[in-house]
């Protein structure tokens, strides 16, 4: 079959209507396309593609293994039967809306801050930051480092990707998933306009040696930061909605300071703070929501975090969960080891992987990064699969 190719003329007229768009339409805070940095040249140099670098990055991202998977990864909830509770599939569509729409009235690159929330959540663990949390320990362990789900998204994008060779994307676009830390709230962000791949680079690697390291870091753009804070606003009000439906809380039961101020309902939440946010940061270098706002998001989320995060209802079986991870994180190590060609992570994983990758790739770290891939049903699977004994089948 002969490739279809687009007329040159035709092609010259479309980069000079998306350079005409971008001079007409975005502010000057916002990131062109032409900032766009990449660590390897793609097949098709971003000066010469009819798509825009940071729209080509949603593409790779979304055509991505480590995204089909999205589709059952734990959000915040897992273990209950109920299909209209939140999976990271949808949480990354919700951030990825709500911050366009705030950069879409900031006059932002919406591309950019596309690509960068549908891609931040890919690190995640099977059971969310529970088994995060139980990661970091069994990695400390073997090899001192610390788990962070933000570094493995960069990871899996970069390395794991394509067998191990990565999908060479921007560097403002990882930047954004490595920075998207929302579980630490400020009124302001000053996005860190000097940054440099360099100091990228180590910004990750700390991400790996500095406990809670990636909450200290900011975006180099503005569009990294309104997606930082959007996925807060993403998750919060949803995250109360899916409480509710599984019966572990009240609406009634939110502070009334909270209600009142940013309201009690995941709609009238995501309005109040992103109509705040943008009049707080129309025509400025920063995000910034207002005082009132931002202290009534921390009262919510200290609510949340005591009604619904670490409501007992919820966390009754993390003890087995936490016996799984210690059970298949050993089983794999030996495997790893031994090389047991039987086992999955040789089988399905090691080997397609790239020898760069193997030889350069600690075998902990290695486990780490096959565990973290897995989604809930498969990692559960997996431990059905080493614990319980198999049939051998009817003998006759």
């Known amino acids: 079959?002969?490739?279809?190719?687009?007329?040159?003329?035709?092609?010259?007229?479309?980069?000079?209507?998306?350079?005409?768009?971008?001079?007409?339409?975005?502010?000057?805070?916002?990131?062109?396309?032409?900032?766009?940095?990449?660590?390897?040249?793609?097949?098709?140099?971003?000066?010469?593609?009819?798509?825009?670098?940071?729209?080509?990055?949603?593409?790779?991202?979304?055509?991505?293994?480590?995204?089909?998977?999205?589709?059952?990864?734990?959000?915040?909830?897992?273990?209950?039967?109920?299909?209209?509770?939140?999976?990271?599939?949808?949480?990354?569509?919700?951030?990825?809306?709500?911050?366009?729409?705030?950069?879409?009235?900031?006059?932002?690159?919406?591309?950019?801050?596309?690509?960068?929330?549908?891609?931040?959540?890919?690190?995640?663990?099977?059971?969310?930051?529970?088994?995060?949390?139980?990661?970091?320990?069994?990695?400390?362990?073997?090899?001192?480092?610390?788990?962070?789900?933000?570094?493995?998204?960069?990871?899996?994008?970069?390395?794991?990707?394509?067998?191990?060779?990565?999908?060479?994307?921007?560097?403002?676009?990882?930047?954004?998933?490595?920075?998207?830390?929302?579980?630490?709230?400020?009124?302001?962000?000053?996005?860190?306009?000097?940054?440099?791949?360099?100091?990228f680079l180590k910004e990750y690697e700390n991400c790996w040696r500095v406990e809670d390291y990636s909450k200290k870091i900011i975006s180099m753009t503005l569009e990294g930061c309104v997606m930082r804070i959007s996925d807060v606003v993403a998750y919060i009000g949803r995250d109360l909605e899916d409480a509710i439906t599984l019966g572990l809380i009240e609406r009634s039961d939110i502070p009334k300071s909270v209600a009142e101020t940013i309201g009690n309902t995941n709609g009238q939440i995501i309005n109040n703070l992103a109509l705040d946010i943008i009049n707080n940061s129309f025509g400025k270098n920063y995000i910034k929501m207002s005082d009132e706002k931002y202290e009534a998001l921390k009262e919510f989320y200290k609510f949340s975090t005591e009604a619904i995060y670490q409501n007992p209802k919820k966390s009754n079986q993390d003890d087995k969960i936490k016996n799984m991870f210690d059970v298949l994180f050993d089983k794999y190590l030996i495997d790893l080891r031994e090389n047991n060609l039987s086992s999955t992570i040789v089988k399905y994983y090691i080997r397609n992987m790239s020898n760069d990758y193997r030889e350069k790739t600690s075998q902990p770290r290695i486990v780490c990064d096959y565990i973290a891939g897995m989604t809930d049903d498969y990692f559960n699977k997996e431990f059905k699969d080493v614990m319980i004994p198999h049939s051998f089948g009817y003998k006759v």
Do not use: W
Request: one cysteine or more; aromatic letters at 8%; glycine letters at 6%.
């Open 1 to 199: 079959m002969r490739n279809t190719r687009l007329n040159p003329d035709i092609a010259k007229n479309i980069l000079e209507n998306n350079l005409k768009r971008e001079h007409k339409t975005f502010s000057e805070f916002a990131c062109f396309s032409k900032s766009a940095i990449r660590f390897g040249e793609d097949k098709i140099p971003d000066r010469e593609n009819i798509r825009p670098p940071f729209f080509h990055d949603t593409d790779k991202i979304i055509h991505s293994l480590a995204y089909t998977r999205y589709i059952d990864k734990t959000q915040v909830f897992y273990l209950f039967e109920n299909d209209h509770i939140t999976h990271r599939v949808l949480h990354v569509q919700l951030v990825s809306k709500i911050a366009r729409v705030i950069g879409r009235a900031l006059s932002l690159n919406e591309d950019l801050i596309d690509a960068i929330a549908l891609g931040h959540d890919l690190g995640h663990v099977p059971y969310g930051h529970d088994g995060e949390r139980k990661l970091t320990e069994l990695l400390q362990n073997e090899t001192n480092e610390f788990f962070c789900h933000n570094a493995q998204s960069v990871r899996a994008l970069q390395l794991l990707e394509l067998k191990g060779k990565g999908l060479n994307l921007t560097l403002q676009v990882l930047d954004g998933i490595l920075c998207h830390n929302g579980e630490l709230m400020l009124d302001q962000y000053n996005p860190d306009y000097q940054k440099t791949k360099e100091k």
